[in-house]
């Protein structure tokens, strides 16, 4: 069944790349687009900087056409400067807008943005409205289950959204105090699906790491999409995996090492030209951090590659890499001992 977003088509079933700051960029969702990824969303705009016209604010809003449907996510702790984010947003046609009413970070929930309006519902209420009434395209939200574990509110504060006009709703399976510890619970966002009242999609997020988790977060919890973040960082491939998975049952074996270092130095460019050299091949280290998992006796490599000052030395590393696991059966790998 198609999912409907505000009047547009977003797929069936589709796989959704989460906001996250530092990581989804241009150059990112550009490869996770590549393998499978149905609706990307930008890197989290804040709505203050981006009204004072801060350029690295400014920047975020690129979008480009073959990223289709995107969504450029802003945060802010006041009306005003949320409303006129929005306008400017909107300025540059993304196909939504999205409200983060989600983040957990001290220095955005801590202000009362982000997770922090979960303290404040009337006023994430009527934010939401505003924002609804003052732009022509589709507004959807993210946020959690409450702020703490005695205060799960999701299913007051999905209605509520609703009600003002928000499309859809995006729900990590966590409070904000719990972070991003613990495992995350889908019960109350099936809850949410399950509704009556509930008219708009609801987008399941949290601990998704596997093809059999997506599959599970669409026939258990009944979720009409799955959002997908930390996984996809150092394996945009994952969707592909994902995709093949829901179609066929059958799990793809993992890329080869060779095909895994052609993806990274692909991202590497683009992500100095992006940015620049420096910033571009530092911001890529988060990336490669979470690489070439399961490889043994890697601790070494691993250092010298998170530690290359140039992108010469950085290539020479990736030599000695496919030099060491190029040959090796991906169906081979092993969990990477760390100590080794």
Same mark, same amino acid.
């Given at each position: 069944?198609?999912?409907?977003?505000?009047?547009?088509?977003?797929?069936?079933?589709?796989?959704?790349?989460?906001?996250?700051?530092?990581?989804?960029?241009?150059?990112?969702?550009?490869?996770?687009?590549?393998?499978?990824?149905?609706?990307?969303?930008?890197?989290?705009?804040?709505?203050?900087?981006?009204?004072?016209?801060?350029?690295? +604010?400014?920047?975020?809003?690129?979008?480009?056409?073959? !990223?289709?449907?995107?969504?450029?996510?802003?945060?802010?702790?006041?009306?005003?400067?949320?409303?006129?984010?929005?306008?400017?947003?909107?300025?540059?046609?993304?196909?939504?807008?999205?409200?983060?009413?989600?983040?957990?970070?001290?220095?955005?929930?801590?202000?009362?943005?982000?997770?922090?309006?979960?303290?404040?519902?009337?006023?994430?209420?009527?934010?939401?409205?505003? =924002?609804?009434?003052?732009?022509?395209?589709?507004?959807?939200?993210?946020?959690?289950?409450?702020?703490?574990?005695?205060?799960?509110?999701?299913?007051?504060?999905?209605?509520?959204? &609703?009600?003002?006009?928000?499309?859809?709703?995006?729900?990590?399976?966590?409070?904000?105090?719990?972070?991003?510890?613990?495992?995350?619970?889908?019960?109350?966002?099936?809850?949410?699906?399950?509704?009556?009242? =509930?008219?708009?999609? =609801?987008?399941?997020?949290?601990?998704?790491?596997?093809?059999?988790?997506?599959?599970?977060?669409?026939?258990?919890?009944?979720?009409?999409?799955?959002?997908?973040?930390?996984? +996809?960082?150092?394996?945009?491939?994952?969707?592909?995996?994902?995709?093949?998975?829901?179609?066929?049952?059958?799990?793809?074996?993992?890329?080869?090492?060779?095909? &895994?270092?052609?993806?990274?130095?692909?991202?590497?460019?683009?992500?100095?030209?992006?940015?620049?050299?420096?910033?571009?091949?530092?911001?890529?280290?988060?990336?490669?951090?979470?690489?070439?998992?399961?490889?043994?006796?890697?601790?070494?490599?691993?250092? #010298?590659?998170? #530690?290359?000052? +140039?992108?010469?030395?950085?290539?020479?590393?990736?030599? #000695?890499?496919?030099?060491?696991?190029?040959?090796?059966?991906?169906?081979?790998?092993?969990? !990477?001992?760390?100590?080794?």
């Amino acid at each position: 069944m198609k999912m409907i977003v505000g009047g547009k088509d977003v797929g069936d079933r589709p796989l959704i790349l989460a906001p996250m700051e530092e990581v989804t960029n241009p150059p990112f969702r550009k490869f996770c687009k590549r393998y499978g990824a149905d609706w990307l969303y930008s890197e989290f705009v804040s709505a203050d900087a981006l009204v004072r016209s801060i350029n690295k +604010t400014v920047k975020k809003l690129t979008i480009e056409e073959n !990223e289709r449907p995107v969504t450029i996510q802003i945060y802010g702790r006041f009306i005003d400067s949320m409303v006129e984010a929005a306008k400017i947003v909107e300025e540059v046609q993304p196909d939504f807008i999205d409200i983060n009413f989600g983040c957990p970070v001290k220095r955005v929930a801590a202000k009362g943005a982000g997770a922090g309006m979960l303290r404040d519902v009337p006023l994430m209420v009527e934010m939401a409205k505003q =924002i609804v009434q003052a732009v022509k395209i589709p507004v959807t939200a993210k946020t959690r289950l409450g702020w703490d574990c005695e205060n799960i509110i999701i299913d007051d504060v999905a209605e509520r959204l &609703q009600d003002v006009g928000i499309s859809a709703l995006a729900i990590h399976g966590r409070t904000r105090s719990q972070m991003y510890k613990g495992e995350a619970d889908w019960e109350p966002i099936a809850r949410v699906k399950q509704n009556p009242r =509930i008219k708009i999609p =609801i987008i399941g997020n949290g601990d998704i790491d596997s093809p059999q988790k997506v599959k599970e977060a669409f026939e258990r919890y009944g979720v009409d999409g799955v959002m997908i973040g930390r996984a +996809t960082i150092g394996k945009p491939w994952i969707f592909e995996q994902i995709k093949h998975y829901l179609a066929t049952g059958e799990i793809l074996p993992e890329l080869s090492v060779p095909a &895994q270092i052609e993806i990274i130095k692909e991202q590497i460019l683009l992500s100095m030209e992006w940015l620049d050299e420096v910033r571009g091949l530092f911001h890529m280290r988060r990336h490669m951090a979470c690489m070439f998992k399961g490889l043994p006796h890697f601790r070494d490599l691993r250092i #010298q590659m998170l #530690q290359a000052p +140039t992108i010469e030395e950085l290539w020479g590393v990736f030599d #000695q890499i496919a030099e060491r696991y190029g040959s090796m059966d991906p169906e081979d790998l092993v969990e !990477e001992d760390l100590n080794s």
